[in-house]
């Protein structure tokens, strides 16, 4: 079952801050996060597994909170290089990745 | 280079044709996966294999068929059944299918008429 994303879309101002949710129904062991330039592939960012760990990659970063079976992206002091579609996906221990439909974030000058 | 490689990168084929999607990968990863991608659906999940010679049906099976002879090689076929090919298709890899990166490859965008 795909999990779900919010917002679908954000629009941010270089230097701005933005978080992207996603909410499964079911428990997880893992959440994965990647973003996606247009006509490209998808290009990974970060896993978080079961434990509840905080990850950070460069000023992006990640949190997983398996209780609630939820994980939040947070980009801090956007920069353009972060626009793309970032998609989050979801183990849940069957050796397969279930994906959101996806968050289109745009970073303007 | 290690790497995932698709080819070819646009497909075009009428419709009743079987088409086959190459996916190779020079990563020695033993698990390798195929995507479909349709505009605001995100990335679903066709098959899937965790070994040489095993492979499982994903979300949307029908319509495909997949093949693992070879660890570097998991080429998909497009069949007649398949209702709605057209779609941009995705193929990647991991180094084993726990909780592990995937490297996805370029892609190849498969237009049916």
């Known amino acids: 079952q795909q999990p779900v994303q919010s917002p679908q879309a954000v629009i941010l101002r270089e230097g701005e801050d933005a978080v992207i949710n996603c909410s499964s129904s079911?428990?997880?062991?893992?959440v994965h996060w990647y973003r996606q330039k247009h006509g490209e592939a998808p290009v990974f960012l970060m896993i978080?597994?079961?434990?509840?760990e905080q990850k950070g990659h460069d000023k992006i970063s990640a949190s997983f909170n398996e209780k609630k079976q939820q994980s939040s992206l947070y980009l801090t002091a956007s920069q353009l290089s972060y626009s793309g579609t970032y998609f989050c996906g979801t183990e849940d221990g069957d050796y397969k990745l279930s994906f959101g439909a996806g968050t289109t974030v745009t970073v303007r000058a | 280079d290690g790497g995932i490689t698709q080819s070819p990168k646009y497909l075009f084929r009428k419709e009743g044709q079987n088409v086959t999607l190459s996916c190779e990968q020079n990563l020695n990863h033993d698990a390798m996966y195929w995507y479909r991608q349709d505009p605001g659906q995100g990335l679903r999940l066709i098959y899937y294999s965790q070994i040489v010679n095993d492979f499982q049906k994903g979300d949307i099976a029908e319509g495909y068929s997949v093949s693992r002879e070879k660890k570097e090689s998991f080429p998909l076929t497009v069949t007649s059944a398949q209702k709605n090919p057209t779609a941009f298709y995705l193929c990647a890899s991991s180094i084993s299918p726990f909780a592990n990166e995937q490297y996805f490859g370029p892609g190849t965008r498969l237009t049916v008429t």
């Open positions: 079911k428990a997880l062991y893992s």
């Open positions: 978080l597994l079961k434990g509840g």
